[in-house]
T-cell receptor
Framework: DTGVSQDPRHKITKRGQNVTFRCDPISEHNRLYWYRQTLGQGPEFLTYFQNEAQLEKSRLLSDRFSAERPKGSFSTLEIQRTEQGDSAMYLC????????????FGAGTRLSVL | AQKVTQAQTEISVVEKEDVTLDCVYETRDTTYYLFWYKQPPSGELVFLIRRNSFDEQNEISGRYSWNFQKSTSSFNFTITASQVVDSAVYFCALSSGGNEKLTFGTGTRLTIIP
């Protein structure tokens, strides 16, 4: 199996701009998760998908954030009107079926908002 | 609610010494899963182990061992004969009840001094 792939690895943007990240999970993994990690902290859950259905969203996911997984394969995470507080590492993970399964993580997208 | 506490923010040991990373968890659920992940400087979270709440057997994998004690709600991780390649941030995580997300601790930064 190829691992979880995230693109881009780094993104620098100006405040107010929109950004979109992509995650390609491990093939045949039904679950896909997004987490956010700020400096010195552990990853925090944002949202997850079972195939194409978005089943849970954290209160951390403000209205400026939207995630999709249109065909149940890759997923995108979009942040509109970025703010400096959005600067973080955005991590994607996938697992076979449920939360008790092992979640395999990608290398993340590091976002810097200037 | 679920919570993971990693009280040790940073640990430094000299190569070949043994080191133990502490993890204390909180959950009201009787069914839960505990995980350890390693995050090297590259940023990708690497899965190390998963343990379910019904299996209190300690586990050894090479130089790594894990001590699960429900009585103290702890899931500690020991590296024997540490090596420089063990330098990383280590995260303990919890998935409990019907929760699909992982709740992470704040991590322990381990530095192995040659």
């Amino acid at each position: 199996d190829t691992g979880v792939s995230q693109d881009p690895r780094h993104k620098i943007t100006k405040r107010g701009q929109n950004v979109t990240f992509r995650c390609d999970p491990i093939s045949e993994h039904n679950r896909l998760y997004w987490y956010r990690q700020t400096l010195g902290q552990g990853p925090e859950f944002l949202t997850y998908f079972q195939n194409e259905a978005q089943l849970e969203k954290s209160r951390l996911l403000s209205d400026r954030f939207s995630a999709e997984r249109p065909k149940g394969s890759f997923s995108t995470l979009e942040i509109q009107r970025t703010e400096q507080g959005d600067s973080a590492m955005y991590l994607c993970a996938s697992s076979r079926t449920s939360g008790r399964d092992i979640q395999y993580f990608g290398a993340g997208t590091r976002l810097s908002v200037l | 609610a679920q919570k993971v506490t990693q009280a040790q923010t940073e640990i430094s040991v000299v190569e070949k010494e043994d080191v133990t990373l502490d993890c204390v968890y909180e959950t009201r659920d009787t069914t839960y899963y505990l995980f350890w992940y390693k995050q090297p400087p590259s940023g990708e979270l690497v899965f190390l182990i998963r343990r379910n709440s019904f299996d209190e057997q300690n586990e050894i994998s090479g130089r790594y061992s894990w001590n699960f004690q429900k009585s103290t709600s702890s899931f500690n991780f020991t590296i024997t004969a540490s090596q420089v390649v063990d330098s990383a941030v280590y995260f303990c995580a919890l998935s409990s009840g019907g929760n699909e997300k992982l709740t992470f601790g704040t991590g322990t930064r381990l530095t192995i001094i040659p």
